[in-house]
């Protein structure tokens, strides 16, 4: 799976927009971006996913550039509960295999 | 909406006693993991299971961690002779399987040896 880089810690203030950008400049055309979050000590959750297309859910949008070199998770309206450890993640679907967790972007959504 | 489950939440335990960790996965997923966070440390993997057998083990999951499906619903992490290295939360997860897979985590058991 290929690797990944995001900023260690970000701010956002509450209300507005977090943009969470993650490099994956190695990433192999059968690979998808997947999204988590661990708020506190809780088990990460799944946010969203994709392989080359821009998606959206009920909880964020992701915007996978056109080289698939890199991407942003946006979530578009930030609350003080969005306040928690996001990871970005490249791995090969169709497959059981792991998922490799980074160390992430610490995100603190400022009131 | 379907989650995974594990019990008990806080386990607290003397070195060298053994202990097992319990984890209901999603009830249709067939790919089962547990890995663990040090406090502090990143997720790490331990160990991956499929189709009643160890698909893969990471060098953390030595012969101390054994796994085991014992039924249709529950997973199970058993740890032999626990030492004070060995505290830290324990995560269970579960997947599909199914097309453009995603991995469902549990909330975790805090273990912690004394």
């Known amino acids: 799976d290929a690797k990944t880089t995001q900023p260690t810690s970000m701010d956002c203030a509450e209300g507005r927009a977090a943009n969470l950008p993650c490099n994956h400049s190695?990433?192999?055309?059968?690979?998808?971006v997947y999204w988590y979050r661990q708020i506190h000590s809780q088990g990460p959750q799944y946010i969203i996913h994709?392989?080359?297309n821009n998606e959206t859910n009920e909880m964020a949008s992701l915007i996978i550039t056109e080289d698939r070199k890199s991407s942003t998770l946006i979530l578009p309206h930030a609350t003080l509960r969005d306040t928690a450890v996001y990871y970005c993640?490249?791995?090969?679907?169709?497959?059981?295999?792991?998922?490799?967790f980074g160390t992430g972007t610490s995100l603190t959504v400022i009131p | 909406e379907p989650e995974v489950t594990q019990t008990p939440s806080h386990q607290v335990t003397q070195m060298g006693q053994e202990v097992i960790l319990r984890c209901v996965p999603i009830?249709?997923?067939?790919?089962f993991y547990w890995y663990r966070q040090i406090l502090g440390q990143k997720v790490e993997f331990l160990v991956s299971?499929?189709?009643?057998?160890?698909?893969?083990k990471s060098e953390i999951f030595d012969d101390q961690f054994s796994v085991e499906r014992p039924d249709g619903s529950n997973f199970t992490l058993k740890i032999r002779s626990t030492k004070l290295e060995d505290s830290a939360m324990y995560f269970c997860?579960?997947?599909?399987?199914?097309?453009?897979?995603?991995?469902?985590f549990g909330p975790g058991t805090r273990l912690l040896v004394l």
């Open positions: 993640i490249v791995r090969v679907a169709y497959t059981g295999n792991q998922f490799y």
């Open positions: 190695t990433i192999s055309g059968n690979e998808y």
């Open positions: 994709g392989l080359k």
């Open positions: 009830s249709n997923h067939l790919y």
């Open positions: 299971f499929y189709n009643n057998e160890i698909s893969e």
């Open positions: 997860a579960s997947l599909s399987g199914g097309y453009q897979e995603t991995q469902y």
